[in-house]
C-alpha cells in the first residue's frame, strides 16, 4: 500500500473513523477550491480535499512534462476515482466499486 500513500484516507490506523463510501461529484477551481458538489456531507471535506489536491498535482505534472492527458481514472478495491481536466480546473466523478467490478 506504499505506493498509494499519496491519499491519506486510505491509510488510516483506525476503524473508529468508518463511514459509507461516498458517490457523486464535484469541480474544482485551478488552484484545487471546491466549487461544486453533488456528494453526501457525511462525506468529510478533508477527503473531498485530499483527492482534488491529487488530481490537480497529476494534471499539472503531466502539463510541466508536456503529456497531454484529459482524464485520469484511479481504481482502488472498493473506490473508483474519475478526473477529467477542464481548461485548468477539474470535474471529478467518485463512485464505490461494486461487487462485481472488483471481481475482474
Same mark, same amino acid.
Given at each position: ?17 468508518? =463511514? ?16 461544486? &458538489? #453533488? +456528494? ?18 497529476? =494534471? ?16 482502488? &478495491? #472498493? +473506490? ?25
Amino acid at each position: 500500500m506504499g505506493l498509494l500513500s499519496f491519499i491519506p484516507f486510505l491509510n488510516r490506523k483506525t476503524d473508529t473513523d468508518l =463511514f459509507r463510501l461516498p458517490s457523486g461529484s464535484f469541480t474544482v477551481d485551478p488552484n484545487g477550491v471546491v466549487v461544486s &458538489s #453533488t +456528494l453526501p456531507q457525511s462525506f468529510p471535506q478533508a477527503h473531498v480535499r485530499d483527492i482534488a489536491r491529487c488530481v490537480m498535482s497529476c =494534471f499539472k505534472r503531466a502539463q510541466q512534462n508536456r503529456i497531454q492527458i484529459s482524464e485520469v481514472h484511479l481504481h482502488f &478495491s #472498493t +473506490l473508483k476515482i474519475t478526473a477529467r481536466e477542464m481548461k485548468g480546473s477539474a470535474m471529478i466523478f467518485v463512485t464505490p466499486t461494486s461487487l462485481e467490478e472488483s471481481s475482474y
